[in-house]
């Protein structure tokens, strides 16, 4: 059993597009966490979601909003997609929010704009 | 702020020989440290993590890496690389409270047959 799964896997899509990417776990964990990794292979945080409820909230546009409708599942949503959106989403989950919990990542959603 | 910087981009080495792959970080508290791989085209998998504990923790695949507060460092070792280990290695530190993750930015290492 996976995991962490997010679907799809890969997303090619025009440029001004509204696309969504599901993020489910089934460890039992309270808290979820979306990242972008870049080109460069450099991984950043976008949002961390606690029980639901958002803690974490790293300057990304508003055209990026995530939905977690019960503490299992956190899916992003993107309004508007623009060129410089292609990355690779990694959804994560970890046990509680703490800062040496172990994270466990899904197998990421690879995002291109045409 | 934390910070972590790793060292080197891309570590070749040639398989059944020893691996290092050097991180140094910068944290106002004390830090957890962490190690994931990520293999081509995969999710992130933990490698090891250290929280305050013994200063040499021990990881999976016989990866290992130390503690070392003076020298602000948390380089991963490995005595033999095995083909297998070719990935990307990121360094990655997190602080006290509801601090996010802060991950270096990678080291490709490639093992040579």
């Known amino acids: 059993d996976t995991a962490v799964s997010q679907t799809p896997k890969y997303l090619v899509t025009q440029m001004g597009n509204d696309k969504s990417i599901k993020c489910e776990q089934n460890?039992?964990?309270?808290?979820m966490y979306w990242y972008k990794q870049d080109s460069k292979k450099f991984l950043k945080i976008m949002f961390s979601?606690?029980?639901?409820?958002?803690?974490i909230n790293e300057t990304v546009p508003n055209r990026f909003s995530p939905k977690s409708p019960d503490k299992a599942h956190l899916n992003l949503h993107i309004n508007s997609l623009e060129l410089g959106d292609s990355a690779v989403y990694f959804c994560?989950?970890?046990?509680?929010?703490?800062?040496?919990?172990?994270?466990?990542f899904g197998p990421g959603t690879r995002l291109l704009v045409l | 702020a934390q910070s972590v910087t790793q060292l080197d981009s891309h570590v070749s080495v040639s398989e059944g020989t020893p691996v290092l792959l050097r991180c140094n970080y910068s944290?106002?508290?004390?830090?957890?440290l962490f190690w994931y791989v990520q293999h081509p085209n995969k999710g992130l998998q933990l490698l090891l993590k250290y929280t305050s504990a013994a200063t040499l923790v021990k990881g999976i695949n016989g990866f290992e890496a130390e503690f070392k507060k003076s020298e602000t460092s948390f380089h991963l070792t490995k005595p033999s690389a095995h083909m297998s280990d070719a990935a990307e290695y990121f360094c990655?530190?997190?602080?006290?409270?509801?601090?996010?993750?802060?991950f270096g930015k990678g080291t490709r290492l490639s093992v040579i047959a």
């Open positions: 994560a989950s970890s046990q509680d929010g703490g800062f040496a919990e172990t994270q466990y």
């Open positions: 460890l039992g964990h309270d808290t």
């Open positions: 990655v530190v997190s602080e006290a409270g509801n601090t996010p993750l802060v």
């Open positions: 944290s106002s508290y004390s830090p957890s």
């Open positions: 979601y606690n029980n639901k409820e958002l803690i």
